[in-house]
């Protein structure tokens, strides 16, 4: 971090920032590129397999796309996400991708410094954000290709590294590293600063001679000897790029305060690294029915601990998020789907050690390691287990924005959610519906994939730039 970076964090200051973006996950650090110059150009004589986009984008040949009508360019694409302009900014990175072809990206870069818009990237963690909280040795969901970034391809990086994908998937541990490389390689540093911990974001009108209200980001900085300062920020647009790994989703039922109840997987590994959790202990009860949970079950297995995995829905559900993935280039949840399969009959099974729970509650958790359960019939089960890992999912942490955003939703009578009930933007620059200058990107506004959040980051960059040179003097 550059000296003037951090002594403006580290003080209050009254000079707005064109832009602050809250969140160093890929999402910010996507938009940090483009905000520094980085303009993506449209290939002269481009050749796309999509004819539609083949036929716009001989009409706009040579030229900048951030300066292209997106309403327009995305029109009429189909693909694996709601956003019209994630598809066409994937379409444009991999062209053929979906189809298991390796054509080359449209896009060329050209660095503009003169384009660019001075910003900073609050985060907690290093660059990568919550990647950095997942245990390294973990695979993606996503293939390895659609976990990069623009103009550095993750098979090239993890070539350097001589490092390779498993299964056509990278480990977390590679990604979080990635994502750090990314920013480095790249000349972002200067932007991020790490160790930031936001705690209010408000609309205010500061003492100066301009009159227009801005906002008003505070929050602490960690110092390098671990002490805390606060800082104060003003400034014109706030980007929100936090995730939604902030707050796990609790079950809400007595006992679950209690110290042997986790809410992530970490807990687990911190336990059996101590030697407090061993094949003999008594089993570990999951939680849950999603990947979260299969990769506890997963990594609890591959420790020889035994485990209880209890879950509300039917094996057999649709909306189990297994019956949604390809066994092919899924075949640990799938195997972890099979495992599953096998009822709570206590006969021989070819899994000794796991036991599945379909359709059963947790009810309460006693001090003495004790869990009641509900099975469907409505009988109780007592128990005992040596860790209780409850992993049903998350919620973003939007503490501080007035009324923790619940106003910014698409719904804004429900709580919101980036699964149902995401933070409403224009669909063609990510900026709220509701608040001028907030804008949402990846999970918080709907999108929940790598390959996607980076086409949010497109469209609020090309909002932010035309803002910018229409600013009067």
Same mark, same amino acid.
């Given at each position: ?402 009324? @923790?955003?619940?106003?910014? @939703? ?49 469209? @609020? ?13």
């Amino acid at each position: 971090m550059s000296k003037p970076r951090k002594a403006r964090v580290g003080t209050s200051s009254s000079e707005p920032l064109p832009v602050v973006i809250i969140g160093n996950g890929p999402s910010g650090i996507c938009l940090s590129y483009l905000l520094s110059g980085h303009m993506p150009y449209v290939k002269p004589d481009a050749d796309h397999p999509h004819p539609l986009l083949h036929r716009k984008l001989a009409e706009v040949s040579g030229c900048c796309l951030l300066d292209q009508d997106l309403d327009y360019l995305s029109e009429g694409l189909e693909g694996r996400s709601q956003s019209p302009v994630a598809l066409l900014f994937d379409a444009l990175q991999r062209p053929d991708t979906d189809f298991g072809g390796t054509a080359d990206s449209v896009l060329s870069w050209r660095r503009q410094e003169e384009r660019a818009v001075p910003h900073l990237v609050l985060g907690r963690s290093p660059p990568g954000g919550a990647w950095h909280a997942i245990e390294g040795s973990m695979v993606t969901l996503s293939q390895g290709e659609w976990m990069g970034l623009p103009d550095l391809q993750l098979k090239d990086w993890m070539r350097g590294k001589r490092r390779g994908l498993r299964n056509s998937r990278a480990t977390a541990g590679d990604i979080a590293h990635y994502y750090m490389d990314y920013v480095t390689q790249k000349g972002l540093s200067h932007s991020f600063v790490s160790g930031t911990l936001v705690t209010g974001v408000k609309m205010e009108t500061p003492e100066s001679k301009d009159p227009r209200p801005l906002f008003r980001v505070s929050g602490t900085l960690t110092t390098k000897d671990r002490g805390q300062r606060p800082f104060s920020l003003w400034a014109r647009n706030v980007v929100l790029a936090t995730g939604t790994f902030d707050n796990p989703a609790r079950l809400g039922i007595p006992g679950e305060d209690l110290p042997y109840i986790h809410h992530e997987l970490s807990a687990l590994e911190a336990a059996t690294r101590a030697g407090t959790i061993t094949p003999a202990s008594d089993p570990v009860l999951i939680v849950g029915a999603g990947l979260s949970a299969a990769d506890a079950v997963l990594y609890a297995r591959h420790c020889g601990l035994p485990v209880i995995h209890a879950f509300r829905r039917p094996v057999d559900d649709p909306a189990l998020v297994f019956n949604q993935l390809p066994q092919m280039l899924y075949p640990e949840y799938h195997k972890v789907h099979q495992m599953m399969r096998e009822q709570s009959i206590p006969s021989p099974s070819p899994y000794e050690g796991y036991r599945s729970l379909p359709q059963h509650r947790p009810l309460l958790f006693k001090e003495d390691r004790q869990a009641v359960l509900c099975d469907p019939h409505g009988h109780h089960q007592v128990l005992g287990v040596s860790l209780v890992l409850v992993l049903i999912g998350s919620h973003p942490d939007l503490s501080f924005l007035p009324g @923790a955003g619940t106003n910014l @939703a698409t719904d804004p009578e429900q709580p919101l959610s980036t699964k149902r009930n995401p933070i409403e933007v224009d669909p063609f620059t990510y900026q709220s519906t509701r608040q001028e200058g907030l804008y949402a990107l990846g999970p918080l506004a709907g999108d929940n994939f790598v390959r996607f959040v980076q086409g949010g980051a497109l469209a @609020a960059a090309s909002s932010l730039l035309r803002k910018e040179t229409r600013k009067p003097p």
